[in-house]
Nanobody, 115 residues
């Protein structure tokens, strides 16, 4: 079992930046893929960005060119750099790690972008 804890969220003005981190309860290796998802009030959870074990990345069209997903280390496996934030980026952001056949999620961190 692995517990994931996101951090780095907060309140920021439009145009600002935040960097989200995902910390694991133990060192994790042989990760298949990692991702960041978000869920805004009244909406379904959606993929924001993903990165594979081979470092291929995939971004939602709405964040491409503004957000960057990157790999970290065994205890902090994934980050999300968010620049040029917009009010529509407001949501709870979750990190996700795929290990073998198992899928792990954090509890989420709130990101609020004011106009």
């Amino acid at each position: 079992q692995v517990q994931l804890v996101e951090s780095g969220g907060g309140l920021v003005q439009a145009g600002g930046s935040l960097r989200l981190s995902c910390a694991a309860s133990r060192s994790i290796f042989s990760i298949n893929a990692m991702g960041w998802y978000r869920q805004a009030p009244g909406k379904q959870r959606e993929l924001v960005a993903a990165i594979t074990s081979g470092s291929r990345t995939n971004y939602a069209a709405s964040v491409k060119g503004r957000f960057t997903i990157s790999r970290g280390n065994a205890k902090n496996p994934v980050y999300l750099q968010m620049n040029s934030l917009k009010p529509e980026d407001t949501a709870v952001y979750y990190c996700n790690v795929e290990l073998g056949e198992d899928d792990y999620w954090g509890q989420g961190t709130q990101v609020t972008v004011s106009s």
